[in-house]
């Protein structure tokens, strides 16, 4: 028995004709219609049942959140509420829901907090809220692949289980097949990783970039989208111990034309989400206006969602270098008034997420890329400017997200590298790898990090991490 989408129903004109749906019920009112749902989209069908006709036993299972599958004609409906409906002829309960127990669950049809749904990270999905939020995800995962493969870069698989520090941030998950109880030991006592499962000391990724690095100098444009890991003990509602980043990396391709692509990839596929997920789009807008209501003034969205998407999209970023960002900070009211945690006093700062939220939400009002940071506030494969102090990096900044994307043109000079390195006691044997890609035909290149839950987050409007990946991974939970 093929069944046919409750999204390809809602939208056909094939009045009279008879189709099969399956999906859960939402809700069952007066004995007679169903709101049924099956994930395809926002909109529930209604299904409307011949109670009269129908056996006292079967309408009894026909509970919120019971998996039915229904027979029935497709017809012009008589309530205001929808175009058409389903005249049910037969229906079969797949799944029951014992109303008794589903009581107990975040399926039960009242309000709970986003903190309550976490919990029930396994049901949230069949909520309004998470199912918009996760099409979108799926949608905006399509339109990153779209946007690459269209513009001739190829999709490189780099690995997930490495034996380098990308970032040299030292924030790493170890990957181990050893017996943690009795680990093989070295004479002087430490714990001996030659006997481990790969020889060596592994760990999960924290970027792909470095691979991705050694695939643009040979394919010349790339992408990479995958899970990165990182054991920072950042308690925040954006951050995660494991997230998806998409990773570009172009040979002969120099900082100005990596902000370029920044620009333009964030809104293609905001655009493209515009375009193609209107439904839920305007069911997140409509939250956060709900939402709204019971905050401060000063507290609210500035505009509804999908406004706040156009205008990205019909806007340039402000592109400002770190240099005039500092000045900007150290003039501004809140440094003056001592608003700021870390007051900016010195060029040099590292910048903290409430001077950037303070440049994109309150000075610039948009998107800012920050570029030509001190060297050493950013990571050892940065390209030295001139100066001899700023390298050119580039971090993207959105309003109520913060940093987006982290990037950077590469240092192609093997000296410059490897002088870098040193200083950072980063060893020139673990990475000899790396370091041939500057031996053998070198070249100018650039590329960046989009941490893709932060994109989903701006585009739903919603305001934890947490709630715009399936299972959050963060200090203390792993759950599921
Ligand atoms: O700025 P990051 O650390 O840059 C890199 O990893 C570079 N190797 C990328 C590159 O040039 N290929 O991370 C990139 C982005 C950040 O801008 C942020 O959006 C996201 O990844 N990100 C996180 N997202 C969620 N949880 C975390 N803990 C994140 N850490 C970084
Ligand atoms: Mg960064």
Redesign the pocket.
């Known amino acids: 028995m093929t069944h046919t989408p409750i999204i390809a129903l809602l939208e056909s004109d094939k009045i009279h004709q008879e189709f099969t749906v399956k999906g859960w019920v939402r809700s069952f009112r007066g004995n007679q219609f169903i709101a049924l749902n099956d994930g395809s989209t926002i909109n529930n069908l209604q299904c409307v049942v011949d109670f009269e006709n129908t056996d006292e036993a079967l309408l009894k299972r026909i509970t919120t959140g019971a998996a039915v599958a229904i027979k029935g004609t497709l017809e012009e409906s008589q309530g205001g509420g929808q175009r058409i409906e389903i005249k049910v002829k037969d229906i079969q309960i797949e799944g029951d829901a014992d109303p008794q127990e589903l009581k107990n669950t975040i399926l039960s049809p009242k309000r709970h907090t986003l903190e309550k749904l976490r919990e029930q990270a396994h049901l949230r999905v069949r909520t309004n809220t998470f199912g918009a939020v996760m099409r979108l995800r799926s949608k905006l995962s399509f339109a990153i692949h779209e946007y690459f493969n269209k513009n001739g870069y190829f999709h490189a698989h780099t690995p997930i289980i490495t034996g380098s520090d990308?970032?040299g941030a030292g924030e790493m998950f170890r990957v181990s097949a050893l017996d943690p109880e009795n680990p093989p030991r070295t004479e002087d006592g430490k714990i001996d990783y030659s006997k481990d499962f790969f020889g060596k000391e592994t760990n999960l990724t924290?970027?792909?970039?470095l691979e991705?690095e050694t695939y643009a100098l040979g394919l010349g444009k790339i992408y990479t989208f995958g899970p990165?890991f990182?054991a920072?003990n950042?308690n925040t509602s954006?951050?995660?111990?494991e997230?998806w980043?998409v990773?570009p990396?172009m040979a002969f391709c120099d900082l100005d034309g990596n902000m370029d692509l920044a620009e333009d990839f964030i809104k293609y596929v905001i655009n493209y989400a515009l375009e193609n997920c209107q439904d839920d789009l305007e069911f997140l807008e409509n939250r956060l206006i709900q939402e709204d209501k019971s905050k401060p003034e000063a507290d609210r969205a500035p505009m509804p969602l999908r406004e706040k998407l156009s205008f990205i999209v019909d806007n340039n970023f402000k592109r400002v270098s770190y240099t005039e960002a500092i000045d900007i900070l150290r003039n501004s009211k809140p440094n003056k008034k001592k608003k700021f945690k870390y007051p900016i006093n010195e060029w040099g700062a590292d910048l903290q997420s409430e001077h950037e939220r303070y440049l994109v939400e309150k000075h610039f009002n948009c998107p800012v890329i920050l570029f030509d940071y001190p060297a050493n506030i950013k990571?050892f494969y940065m390209r030295l400017n001139e100066d001899g102090k700023t390298v050119r990096a580039m971090?993207?900044l959105f309003p109520g997200i913060g940093?987006?994307?982290?990037?950077?043109q590469r240092e192609e000079r093997l000296d410059v590298l490897k002088e870098k390195m040193a200083a950072l006691d980063i060893s020139e044997e673990e990475l000899s790898w790396y370091l041939d890609t500057r031996k053998f035909g070198t070249c100018t290149h650039s590329?960046?990090?989009?941490?893709f839950?932060?994109l989903v987050l701006f585009v739903t409007g919603m305001t934890n991490?947490r709630d715009v990946i399936p299972y959050p991974r963060f200090p203390g939970h792993a759950e599921f």
């Open positions: 990308a970032e924290v970027s792909g970039q991705g990165t990182r920072e950042s954006r951050h995660l111990a997230f980043m990773e990396e990571a971090d993207v940093e987006m994307v982290g990037g950077s590329g960046f990090g989009l941490g839950e932060r991490i």
